[in-house]
T-cell receptor, first 114, second 110 residues
Framework: EAGVVQSPRYKIIEKKQPVAFWCNPISGHNTLYWYRQNLGQGPELLIRYENEEAVDDSQLPKDRFSAERLKGVDSTLKIQPAELGDSAVYLC????????????FGPGTRLTVL | GQQLNQSPQSMFIQEGEDVSMNCTSSSIFNTWLWYKQDPGEGPVLLIALYKAGELTSNGRLTAQFGITRKDSFLNISASIPSDVGIYFCAGGGSQGNLIFGKGTKLSVKP
């Protein structure tokens, strides 16, 4: 079974530029998460999708961050414009269904904002 | 955001030693999960605990879900060099979201 796929693995941009991250979850996994992981910290949830519906986006900074999962499979997370403090690893995770707690993570995208 | 209290923050091991780390919270969780993260990779699930008091093993790893549902520990027996990395605990609530600790970094003694 293929794991969670994320791209790109690394991204370096200048502040005020836009950036987008892509995630393809494990086949059949209805629930998809985006996390941000700052250096020396654990992952922190940004948004959770059940199929194509964003059911928890309370931690997503909506002034500059947006996400979509149009067909309930792949997802894109966008930052526009990026700020210096957005430098972090952005992780995508998926799990099978509501009620199952085992989340599987992708390798992450390491973002550096200069 | 909310994070769990995970300790120790870091530890050095010699091959063959046993290792213990724990996680505490002021909140009750329905599940406790333990992940390991290697540099440049995402967290990989080690053990999942679903019931208060549950003790589960995965090879040399043993974890327990505290009876109060507010804590968990992870033990690694007879450590080997590939055990180095960062270990995260995560508590799962009724909504299916996970709250993570700050991690315990395991390194090899020089």
């Amino acid at each position: 079974e293929a794991g969670v796929v994320q791209s790109p693995r690394y991204k370096i941009i200048e502040k005020k530029q836009p950036v987008a991250f892509w995630c393809n979850p494990i086949s059949g996994h209805n629930t998809l998460y985006w996390y941000r992981q700052n250096l020396g910290q654990g992952p922190e949830l940004l948004i959770r999708y059940e199929n194509e519906e964003a059911v928890d986006d309370s931690q997503l900074p909506k002034d500059r961050f947006s996400a979509e999962r149009l067909k309930g499979v792949d997802s894109t997370l966008k930052i526009q414009p990026a700020e210096l403090g957005d430098s972090a690893v952005y992780l995508c995770a998926s799990k099978r269904a509501i009620g199952a707690d085992t989340q599987y993570f992708g390798p992450g995208t390491r973002l550096t904002v200069l | 955001g909310q994070q769990l209290n995970q300790s120790p923050q870091s530890m050095f091991i010699q091959e063959g030693e046993d290792v213990s780390m724990n996680c505490t919270s002021s909140s009750i969780f329905n599940t406790w999960l333990w992940y390991k993260q290697d540099p440049g990779e995402g967290p990989v699930l080690l053990i999942a605990l679903y019931k208060a008091g549950e003790l589960t093993s995965n090879g040399r790893l043993t974890a327990q879900f505290g009876i109060t549902r507010k804590d968990s520990f992870l033990n690694i027996s007879a450590s080997i060099p590939s055990d180095v990395g960062i270990y995260f605990c995560a508590g799962g609530g009724s909504q299916g979201n996970l709250i993570f600790g700050k991690g315990t970094k395991l390194s090899v003694k020089p």
